[in-house]
């Protein structure tokens, strides 16, 4: 089992710039493709940006160039620099990982643990 724990979240001005954080507790993170998603009010929730075990990554087209995943293997924790930010991004974020050595992609249901969410509120 693999609790994952998001925090970074907050209020923000149109273009700013906030760093959402996961920290995993529990065994092979190394071995684990990591995910971001994010869920408006009223709306499905979607794939933001993943990283492989590899360090590869993928984003989703309305987040390219403006949000970067990275994550760091000997801190367990998996994270989301999301600059210039707009309204259109005020959703709940949530971290979530795949199980150890498989292969993800952009569905949700790809992913096996989930964290609790942080609120991220850009005001235009």
């Known amino acids: 089992q693999v609790q994952l724990v998001e925090s970074g979240g907050g209020l923000v001005q149109a273009g700013g710039s906030l760093r959402l954080s996961c920290v995993a507790a529990?065994?092979?993170?190394?071995?684990?493709?990591m995910g971001w998603f994010r869920q408006a009010p009223g709306k499905e929730r979607e794939f933001v940006a993943t990283?492989?075990?590899?360090?590869?990554?993928n984003y989703a087209d309305s987040v390219k160039g403006r949000f970067t995943i990275s994550r760091d293997n000997g801190k367990n924790s998996v994270y989301l620099q999301m600059n210039n930010l707009k309204p259109e991004d005020t959703a709940d974020y949530y971290c979530?990982?795949?199980?150890?050595?498989?292969?993800?992609?952009?569905?949700?249901?790809?992913?096996?643990?989930w964290g609790q969410g942080t609120q991220v509120t850009v005001a235009s």
């Open positions: 979530a990982a795949g199980r150890p050595w498989q292969t993800v992609g952009q569905s949700e249901y790809e992913y096996a643990y």
């Open positions: 529990g065994d092979s993170f190394s071995a684990s493709a």
């Open positions: 990283i492989s075990r590899y360090v590869s990554t």
